[in-house]
């Protein structure tokens, strides 16, 4: 049975949703970031990697939210262009694996008071999944057309 | 005569190679986008505390001050990338409306600057002992998370007018 999306009727729903996916993710990785920065000791030193952790954990959820809400909906509009693609696999892969960490190890060394090289080690490998997830998703939309 | 100015500025060979090299400018465009989701939660942390939205268990001043330095640091490397991405197809942009929308917008951030550098930012420590916050404040703040989520979603669009962005280059990555 073939049904038709209707995210498809409106050539505006992809760009619209787009939108909605980048600001997500700028608010997402963002303010992930802002804790990173702050564990490898580059801005808002007067503040604690825990505070800051606490201070910005709403806008992570919103953003994450919203991009992967718009980011299914975006793949909803033509799923076989993106299954195949493996940019997009790999995305997706370090996209699981920087929320998991950001939720597990990334946080247990903020709370922990860890010693400054494990966090500032946290801190690289945070940002290097999100460096990926988003080159990811750069490469995704040069090769999956 | 701006045109023509564009067209000889994107035929020297710096912007001549971003353009016909199949990876600079898919490199660049992901450089700009990364560069602007690590520092946007800057912007975002300073807006949202002068808007009492966040942060709130750290003064005004504190904020603004500290991240004052490390904003200007990304905007530099996002405007870098974002100059060379621009004039490696200046002529094709030139023509473009959305990049028309984001320069327009880009001019009222300076405008923004102007108006409200001296008044807000510059006077976080005097914005702390102030309750209620003044107007001018927040509207300084509000105005600035309005702006840079109209860039991001001009610049977005950009690539949606005929024969930008991705779609050249796409045999240069296969």
Redesign the interface.
Known sequence: MFIENPLNSSELTF?VL??FH??G???A??????VD?RLLG??????TPG?LTN??N??TIIGLTVSVFAGLLLFSTDPDKYYLNSPFLVKIGCLALAIVFNYTIHRKVIFSRASPASSRAVACVS?GL??LV??GG??V???A? | MLLSFTIWLQNTDLFAYVRNSGYAY?VL??LH??C???????I??TD?RILGW??R??SIS??VN??RV?KRVGFVLVATCGILLIVSKAEEYYYNPFVRIKMVLLALVAVHAVVFRSSVYNKAAALDQLKPLPVRAKLAAGLSLLLW?SI??AG??IG?ISGS??SH??AG??
């Open positions: 760009p787009e939108c980048i600001v993710f700028i608010v990785i963002g303010s992930v970031a802002l920065f580059l801005c808002l030193r007067h503040q505070q201070d910005t709403l806008w940002l999100w460096v988003v080159f750069m490469l939309s040069f090769t057309i | 898919p465009l992901s986008i990364l602007i989701s690590l520092f946007g939660g800057m975002l942390a949202m966040g942060m268990n750290h504190d904020i500290q991240l490390p989520l991001a979603c977005r669009a949606y962005a991705g280059h796409y990555l296969l």
